[in-house]
């Protein structure tokens, strides 16, 4: 078993309207700041011990698919680095 | 002008509480995931137009120290990708 940190990254997906972003932006152009476009999403990252990078990966999709994504409107991805 | 995307991800400080974390880890305990610890962190995404990477690297800090993060609680990073 080996200590692993999984970085779970939860976005809207395409075409889901995102009101906080557009607000953030906003409120960056007011204070005149230059940008064309803004996207928030959730990062997780999340301590286990595994076996393998591959079995980290796997059970934190799992996470991801149980509770911290909603499939309906989030896309994710999951990204493994050993501790 | 080139079209870059400034990734900021902004983080509670060491030590500073993060009850829905905390909340979000025993859920998946109750789901009868193994985990050690989670962290979350809010991550933006913004699209810009800069001269160069250490330029548009230099606006999303400025973002981030002026609107997306609060200094008495939250570390932040930045990086920046060509689109």
Partial sequence: MSAYTATVTVRL?????????????????????????????????????????????ERASEMAKRLLANPTIHDYDVEVDER
């Fill in 13 to 57: 997906k395409h075409g889901v309207l995102d009101p906080e972003a557009e607000t953030t932006k906003q409120a960056l152009e007011r204070l005149d700041f230059d940008l064309e476009d803004l996207r928030s999403a959730d990062r997780f990252e999340i301590d286990l011990e595994a076996e393998s990078p591959e079995n980290a990966s």
